[in-house]
């Protein structure tokens, strides 16, 4: 079963525009990370956030985490054609099952 | 550092064959991860091993579905009889240690079973 589920399902924007996607979980967790994969590639590690931390920066990446509501956001700042790609959050070894993200030049 | 290396890349078989997929992680992991990912889904964790030793093995379909890892490096991955519904990517992951963190990602072995 999957612990994390994304929303939206699939974000369409344009270049430059910014990049919000959702993850709500079940149970109390660890930490929780995102992750990225391009099409046909293994997934790359974004970002990891403690259940103790609330809110994480790394580059044009943003991340909140809220425990109460069991979910968390990612943010994508101004977004760029090479960000298109599929986002996973994870907890506990555990992934969702993504957002498709298309960045449109 | 090298990354995750698995192979091979890409396997096509019939029903009812058996494959195998092999996987070695970042040297010095102890931690090993295979993952199924099915077409327009998120990974599914099939077995995680700590060193030798099988830590989570539940989601792994056992009467088809077998995994090794000897001496604690590298790994195998072996589906016999295949069935059509296993046509997917099979992800390896290792980590550092052993609370929940990090995983790095080979790129895949994409299974066609026709």
């Known amino acids: 079963s999957q612990q994390g589920e994304e929303d939206p399902q699939a974000l369409s924007i344009q270049e430059g525009e910014n990049a919000t996607m959702n993850c709500s979980y079940k149970?109390?967790?660890?930490?929780l990370q995102w992750y990225r994969q391009n099409s046909g590639r293994g997934l790359v590690h974004l970002i990891l956030i403690r259940s103790n931390e609330r809110e994480k920066h790394s580059g044009r990446l943003r991340v909140t985490l809220d425990t109460s509501k069991k979910s968390s956001s990612l943010l994508i700042t101004a977004s760029r054609a090479a960000d298109t790609a599929s986002y996973f959050c994870a907890t506990d070894e555990v992934f969702g099952a993504g957002t498709i993200l298309r960045v449109k030049s | 550092e090298a990354g995750v290396a698995q192979s091979p890349r890409y396997k096509i078989i019939e029903k009812r064959q058996s494959v195998a997929f092999w996987c070695n992680p970042i040297s010095g992991h102890a931690t090993l991860y295979w993952y199924q990912q099915i077409l327009g889904q998120g990974p599914k964790l099939l077995i995680q091993?700590?060193?030798?030793?099988?830590?989570?093995d539940s989601q792994l379909p056992k009467d088809r579905f077998s995994a090794e890892r000897l001496k604690g490096v590298d790994s195998t991955l072996k589906i016999q009889p295949a069935k059509l519904e296993d046509s997917a990517v099979y992800l390896c992951?290792?980590?550092?240690?052993?609370?929940?963190?990090?995983?790095?990602f080979g790129s895949g072995t994409q299974l066609s079973v026709l």
């Open positions: 149970t109390s967790i660890n930490n």
């Open positions: 992951a290792s980590s550092p240690g052993t609370d929940t963190g990090k995983l790095f």
């Open positions: 091993f700590q060193n030798n030793g099988v830590v989570d």
